[in-house]
């Protein structure tokens, strides 16, 4: 996939004597033996000198170049710039001490992860979203002892290859700013709403920063167990992340500074707490023109900065019919397939492109030749537009993927919904559910194990004249209860309902 580059072997290597040596002499000067040898020992010195510095030479860039990583390591591939080597330098950020990216000419390679991956989104309580299967949103209520647990506690389960930190959801604009958001906990004093104002000092309140304190110590806990920790930018379309002409390079280096490497003068999750890596989940694209090159900038810069780190991109299943991409991160993915790790292809909330009515992974393997992650929900509540595979048909999705080169693995929105004590509805046993252990079944099913039956393979799509639309709680809701109001519009619908597309032969 990658294109690696070559050493500079101007010289060939060492082919024969340095010009400078002395050679033995000829003609009718005799030599004595003893200054012939003496010469020959000198000459022969010199050689072996030569020769062991060109291997030792030879050995450190090969180790540098051939340093890769399995199952999600971050050793580096460094690149070969005319015998050159990028020291980061030192340069202010807000008046503090921070790093700068190395020359933009410079092209590095991403380190390798294997396949197989589980890969577990964290941080917005999906357990706990409100979503009732009949009722549709703001129609259940949880506990606090119902809420996701500290991070520590699903690193614990030894499921998950990569959590990912979700979400950093307000940044761009210019400001130097930005906000992790994180919804509730089961535990108090943890996590909460972290806010940099840009101006390089710690203005969080006293709890909230021992809150991201706590939260650091899982983080390196959870390393410490071979689990990566990636931090996720964006979120759905309504938070409100945007990008201006400049913010690409300046969130590169103020991300780099305060959660990889970097030394910034503030670091939210504790000093010596350094992250995994970062990936885009951008949801929305207001301004092409100006969003693309600014995220192509970002992705590019961090990958300069970190070569060692892991850089993703979420798209969407669902390719837009003229364009053949995903309309907000498409040129992104396309400009950047040599900078980033892998692509998540979400096929949760996206009917017409998700098992079984249109299940899309070949097309997308023809717009990235890398490692493409299945993007599955935890559970039918966070799909409440469609798209969670119980484990017949996640049983079906794996088989059709599972020999596949590119097939990297599954990530899973979110863990809290997808482990006990989560509970696993649907559309019969809503009153009574049993505790879902759907983390688990998909890492059966990636270690070869069956899980279920009984689904066929991927048959072509379904084109959208067979697709109806009703009124329901969820998806899932909808599809199975024949008597709920057709619609066009969200409006038609109940106050907590949505307004959801289903096969028509279905009722």
């Not at 039918?380 to 119980?390: E, V």
Request: net charge neutral; hydrophobic share 35%; with cysteine.
């Amino acid at each position: 996939m990658h294109e690696f580059p070559t050493l500079d072997r101007q010289s060939g290597g060492v082919s024969g004597l340095d010009p400078k040596l002395p050679t033995p002499t000829t003609g009718t000067v005799p030599q004595s033996s003893a200054a012939r040898r003496k010469t020959l020992l000198i000459v022969a010195a010199l050689i072996f000198i030569i020769a062991g510095a060109s291997a030792l030479t030879a050995h450190f860039v090969l180790r540098q170049k051939d340093s890769v990583s399995g199952n999600g390591s971050s050793a580096t591939n460094l690149p070969d710039l005319g015998h050159s080597t990028i020291v980061p330098t030192s340069t202010s950020l807000s008046s503090e001490t921070s790093t700068t990216a190395p020359s933009p000419t410079a092209t590095v390679n991403p380190p390798i992860i294997s396949r197989g991956q589980l890969i577990g989104y964290y941080g917005q309580n999906a357990v706990a979203n409100g979503v009732a299967i009949i009722g549709g949103i703001n129609s259940r209520t949880s506990t606090w002892s119902d809420y996701q647990h500290p991070l520590v506690y699903y690193c614990n389960t030894g499921l998950y290859n990569t959590i990912n930190l979700a979400f950093l959801d307000i940044f761009g604009g210019g400001r130097n700013s930005f906000t992790i958001t994180f919804a509730g906990f089961s535990e108090s004093n943890y996590g909460g709403v972290y806010v940099y104002q840009g101006n390089g000092r710690e203005t969080n309140p006293a709890d909230i920063v021992r809150n991201y304190i706590a939260l650091g110590r899982d983080i390196k806990e959870c390393q410490a167990q071979g689990v990566k920790i990636v931090l996720s930018l964006g979120g759905d379309k309504t938070s409100p992340y945007l990008f201006i002409p400049g913010d690409g390079a300046k969130y590169a280096q103020l991300f780099y500074d305060m959660f990889l490497e970097g030394k910034g003068p503030v670091r939210p999750f504790g000093p010596g707490v350094v992250l995994d890596g970062i990936e885009l989940d951008i949801e929305k694209n207001t301004a092409p023109s100006i969003w693309n090159p600014e995220m192509i900038s970002l992705v590019k810069n961090l990958r300069r900065l970190s070569p060692g780190t892991l850089l993703a991109i979420v798209p969407q299943c669902f390719l837009n019919g003229e364009s053949n991409k995903d309309l907000n991160v498409g040129d992104v993915i396309a400009d950047t397939a040599d900078y980033i790790n892998y692509i998540i292809v979400q096929y949760y909330n996206n009917p017409t492109c998700s098992y079984p009515f249109g299940f899309n992974f070949n097309s997308w393997k023809t717009l990235y030749k890398g490692l493409i992650i299945v993007g599955l929900a935890g559970d039918w509540t966070s799909a409440i537009s469609g798209g969670f595979l119980p484990p017949g048909q996640l049983q079906a999705v794996y088989d059709m993927v599972s020999q596949d080169p590119q097939f990297g693995g599954f990530s899973i929105y979110d863990v809290s919904s997808s482990n006990p004590p989560a509970l696993s509805w649907n559309a019969t046993n809503y009153k009574n559910p049993p505790t879902s252990e759907y983390s688990k079944t998909v890492k059966n099913v990636l270690s070869g194990h069956i899980v279920g039956s009984g689904f066929p393979p991927q048959g072509p799509a379904v084109p959208e004249t067979l697709f109806a639309h009703r009124c329901g709680g969820t998806w899932i809701g909808a599809d199975s209860n024949c008597t709920n109001r057709p619609c066009t519009t969200k409006a038609q619908c109940g106050v907590n309902q949505e307004c959801f597309m289903y096969l028509q032969k279905t009722c």
